[in-house]
């Protein structure tokens, strides 16, 4: 008669015991429950004005007292959070608004920023009709929304720099404090990108705030955003290096040809192509 070791019978155990069948493998314990919720968590939900209608349909002076204090802390939460929240939407620029909306605007620090860190601004060259700019347009729009402390601007590829090749657009360009602190050229040129990938390499460059506490509306908009973004096909969401990174081609001068990199000049429009 075939024994299988792996059943768990009395004959299988004497076998155990007389050395017959190997020890069997102890059995793993029970992943413990996830933690309950926490008050706070449980009223991160709701906003403000439905806060106010749980405080007054209370049961007791004390869970009141408690609905009320956390509505106080969230309205001043939401307060900074407005102060904070000077864009939200992609502003369109021309070539002559460059200096002033991008590279000028990325040095003004919010009022309550002691450490003068400067104001992220992300520079989108673009072209209409170019099925990547057009899909990447769509991301940067729901980022400017998702980021509302972050300048995003616009300006078609070859208003910026004149002859800027189709084969390089979309670009992007991070500015803060004054300086480039990355560009993206030719994005979604190698495989198509999601909205997350591109959120990622704004994240790391500094030009994105992470939300202290998103508001339940917000959360929403973000909810809706991604289902939408989930429908399209992703072939992978692998960043490779090559749209990450600044390419080594020598830098092109918006102000007339390419220049060499020993020139220090210290122009708006000297970028990586």
């Known amino acids: 008669m075939a024994v299988n070791p792996d059943e768990d019978t009395e004959f299988n155990d004497a076998l155990r015991k007389h050395g017959i069948l190997p020890p069997r493998e102890p059995t793993p314990p029970s992943p413990s429950p996830p933690p309950s919720p926490t008050f706070d968590d449980l009223l991160n939900d709701f906003t403000p004005s ?4 749980l405080s007054e349909d209370a049961r007791d002076d004390e869970t009141e007292r408690a609905i009320a204090a956390y509505r106080l802390q969230r309205l001043a ?3 900074k959070a407005d102060k904070r929240a000077r864009f939200g939407r992609v502003y369109p620029i021309g070539r002559d608004d460059y200096t002033r909306e991008v590279t000028e605007a990325s040095k003004i ?11 992220g601004v992300v520079c989108f ?7 990547r700019s057009d899909r990447a347009f769509q991301h ?16 078609v590829g070859d208003k910026c720099i004149p002859n800027l090749p189709d084969s390089r657009v979309p670009m992007i360009i991070v500015y803060k404090k004054g300086e480039i602190r990355n560009q993206v ?21 500094g030009a994105l705030h992470m939300p202290e506490r998103p ?20 072939p992978s969401s692998r960043m490779r290096s090559k749209a990450t990174s600044t390419n080594g081609k020598l830098q092109w001068n918006i102000r007339g040809g390419t220049k060499s990199k020993d020139n220090d000049s210290d122009s708006d429009f000297d970028f990586d192509l």
């Open 140 to 155: 940067i729009r729901l980022l400017a929304e998702r980021y509302p402390r972050t300048k995003f601007v616009s300006i």
């Open 215 to 234: 508001r339940p509306e917000q959360r929403r908009i973000n909810d809706e955003s991604d289902d939408e973004d989930d429908d399209d096909d992703d």
């Open 125 to 131: 060259l673009y072209k209409d009709g170019i099925p």
């Open 109 to 119: 620090s919010e009022e309550d920023d002691e450490e003068q860190t400067g104001t």
């Open 77 to 79: 939460e939401d307060r």
């Open 50 to 53: 439905d806060l106010q209608q």
């Open 185 to 205: 050229v030719a994005w979604g040129a190698d495989q198509e990108r999601r909205i997350e990938e591109l959120e990622a390499i704004l994240l790391v460059t």
